[in-house]
């Protein structure tokens, strides 16, 4: 069995990335690996959760300044890094690069200029010896400006907990309708994330406004699922004031009072509010899309953008996507797609216009498909296998006997 370094996100944490972190590396711990764990956003939240491996925390710059001191001491076989491909850029300059083997499982949640990743990014991600992707999309771009590691990069796609993220009872559903003075006939939509620029929620409320200014303020509700406080992001407060929509935006008031931008809901909190919203709305490009993949699972109809992982995951007929009108280049000169509220408020309205018969048909089908290949104990057997294909390279390669 190996020794493996996993550097990410903090996976105490409930953001996508420590989540991430957190079901990989206990993935390799239940196959029998050796786990340790380099992590950055130290906080105080969920100080004290207990993991059955031990976390390092990282001062800064994603733990560059104290990775040569964690290879020379602990001389682990693999490095597994997890998060965007520019954290981990130290990498392959380090001078105890040839100690270990290199695993980037990385996000690609958008393409440079030309196509594919940006260039830069090649730059970096051309060190590792072998390549993970989110998604498929993610593999394709890759290939598209390194095609050189086509032989050594696969897509592993993120775990969903089928025990706690499934379809609540309609007794249920109609109960916290009911505690939380939500009208029946109301057609909630949901956004829940961060409040990031990247992420759309602007757009999300613009849409919204377009309903509301139609005179659809008693069929349609939206539920925003955010920290208010997050410094990162926008202040929601001033977005709902902006557009006029006092009274008129569902969230719970330790979201909208939050002193902490790292205030979480358990994912137990999370299903419930799965199972009373009507749709899921997530127009943002995305390395994967946590919220699409659950709500899925929860058998929630899902509205995506038409491009990045979440596209991906609602491809196919299971879900709504709406076409990017426009992109806006990002820091790291990713392409980042932009989709025009006026189309995401028409995606609302078919959605919600939708014959029974047909939404379910396409709920149905996701869940399906949710099930076969994003259920976590699908991803950890895919987890061990690749470990395993890197630990033993010759049991995988095709031989030609001589006759």
Not at 168 to 181: D, F, M, V
Not at 284 to 309: C, R
Request: proline content about 4%; charged content about 25%.
């Amino acid at each position: 069995m190996a020794n493996i370094l996993v550097i990410g996100e903090n996976p105490r944490l409930q953001t996508g990335q420590g989540r991430i972190g957190h079901d990989v590396a206990m993935a390799l711990y239940k196959a029998g690996h050796g786990v340790f764990y380099n992590a950055w956003c130290p906080s105080e939240v969920n100080r004290n959760k207990k993991l059955p491996f031990n976390v390092i925390y990282a001062v800064e710059d994603y733990g560059s300044e104290m990775f040569g001191d964690l290879i020379r001491e602990n001389r682990p076989d693999i490095v597994l890094t997890i998060g965007d491909i520019w954290n981990f850029a130290y990498i392959g300059q380090s001078p105890v690069r040839g100690l270990f083997k290199w695993v980037s499982y990385c996000a690609v949640d958008g393409t440079g200029y030309g196509g594919g990743m940006p260039k830069h990014h090649a730059t970096h991600l051309g060190h590792a010896d072998h390549i993970i992707t989110y998604c498929e999309y993610g593999r394709r771009a890759v290939i598209h400006t390194i095609p050189e590691v086509t032989n050594r990069i696969e897509r592993i796609y993120h775990g969903i907990n089928e025990k706690v993220f499934h379809p609540i009872s309609k007794e249920e559903r109609t109960k916290l309708r009911q505690e939380l003075n939500i009208p029946p006939d109301k057609f909630l939509c949901l956004y829940t994330g961060r409040t990031h620029f990247r992420k759309s929620l602007a757009d999300v409320m613009k849409a919204y406004k377009i309903l509301m200014d139609c005179g659809h303020d008693k069929d349609y509700g939206l539920w925003i699922n955010s920290n208010f406080a997050d410094p990162q992001g926008y202040n929601i407060n001033m977005l709902i004031a902006e557009f006029g929509l006092q009274n008129k935006v569902y969230t719970f008031k330790q979201m909208s009072e939050a002193s902490t931008p790292l205030l979480m809901m358990t994912e137990k909190e999370y299903n419930l509010l799965f199972g009373i919203a009507d749709c899921l709305i997530n127009v943002a490009g995305e390395g994967f899309g946590y919220n699409v993949a659950e709500a899925m699972m929860a058998k929630l109809p899902v509205i995506t953008i038409d491009n990045a992982a979440t596209g991906e995951l609602a491809g196919n007929g299971r879900g709504i996507k709406v076409k990017p009108t426009a992109y806006i280049t990002g820091m790291e000169l990713t392409e980042r797609p932009l989709a025009n509220p006026k189309d995401i408020a028409k995606a609302i309205i078919e959605m919600k216009s939708m014959k029974a018969e047909k939404r379910n048909a396409m709920v149905d089908k996701a869940y399906d498909w949710a099930k076969e290949n994003l259920s976590q104990g699908v991803i950890d057997m895919q987890w061990k296998k690749v470990i395993d294909k890197i630990e033993h390279p010759l049991k995988y390669n095709v031989v030609m006997e001589m006759v």
